[in-house]
T-cell receptor, first 111, second 119 residues
Framework: LAKTTQPISMDSYEGQEVNITCSHNNIATNDYITWYQQFPSQGPRFIIQGYKTKVTNEVASLFIPADRKSSTLSLPRVSLSDTAVYYCLVGDKRNTDKLIFGTGTRLQVFP | GAVVSQHPSWVICKSGTSVKIECRSLDFQATTMFWYRQFPKQSLMLMAT?????????EQGVEKDKFLINHASLTLSTLTVTSAHPEDSSFYIC???????????????FGPGTRLTVL
């Protein structure tokens, strides 16, 4: 499983766009990139997943450059309720179902 | 998405006692469930993989005799913390994968967690 590196924390204000970058230099050909969100005292929740280029859903966008050695989770117009920890995970669907969480990025949104 | 519940949501016990935590998949069957532990301000640490009808697979460094896992049905896995001590106080979270649902190849659905406090 490829190791991921994210900023420990980020601050933002309501209404701003937040971009959280994750480095995964050792990503393998069959690896997918997945992001989870965790609110305090709750279990994580799936946000988005991608393999290459750009993926967008109702919650976020995920940008993946051609070399796939990094990825950026983009949250448009954040609100106070987006305050949470965001985890970037990289894994190969051919292998186990196990998810290995890294340190995550603690996002604090201020009014 | 699929729903996973945990019971209890919190528990306080005395040192030396055993505590059982239940994890249920409410609207799907899960042949595999996962148990995590999370200390304050830290990330989730995978403890074990719970397999229905067979023994659990524990991660390195996790004592299988202390953290007993039973996955007796397709919708229920239990984690029993035996002879709990204050250092076992943590947030325990389970997850499961619904192979028929999920937006991604490996999307897992997490329970709300159980906060264990050992006095």
């Amino acid at each position: 499983l490829a190791k991921t590196t994210q900023p420990i924390s980020m601050d933002s204000y309501e209404g701003q766009e937040v971009n959280i970058t994750c480095s995964h230099n050792n990503i393998a050909t069959n690896d997918y990139i997945t992001w989870y969100q965790q609110f305090p005292s709750q279990g994580p929740r799936f946000i988005i997943q991608g393999y290459k280029t750009k993926v967008t859903n109702e919650v976020a966008s995920l940008f993946i450059p051609a070399d796939r050695k990094s990825s950026t989770l983009s949250l448009p117009r954040v609100s106070l309720s987006d305050t949470a920890v965001y985890y970037c995970l990289v894994g190969d669907k051919r292998n186990t179902d196990k998810l290995i969480f890294g340190t995550g990025t603690r996002l604090q949104v201020f009014p | 998405g699929a729903v996973v519940s945990q019971h209890p949501s919190w528990v306080i016990c005395k040192s030396g006692t055993s505590v059982k935590i239940e994890c249920r998949s409410l609207d799907f069957q899960a042949t595999t469930m996962f148990w995590y532990r999370q200390f304050p301000k830290q990330s989730l640490m995978l403890m074990a993989t719970s397999n229905e009808g067979s023994k659990a697979t524990y991660e390195q460094g996790v004592e299988k005799d202390k953290f007993l896992i039973n996955h007796a049905s397709l919708t229920l896995s239990t984690l029993t913390v035996t002879s709990a001590h204050p250092e076992d106080s943590s947030f325990y979270i389970c997850s499961a994968r619904d192979r028929d649902r999920g937006a991604a190849y490996n999307e897992q659905f997490f329970g709300p967690g159980t906060r264990l406090t050992v006095l």
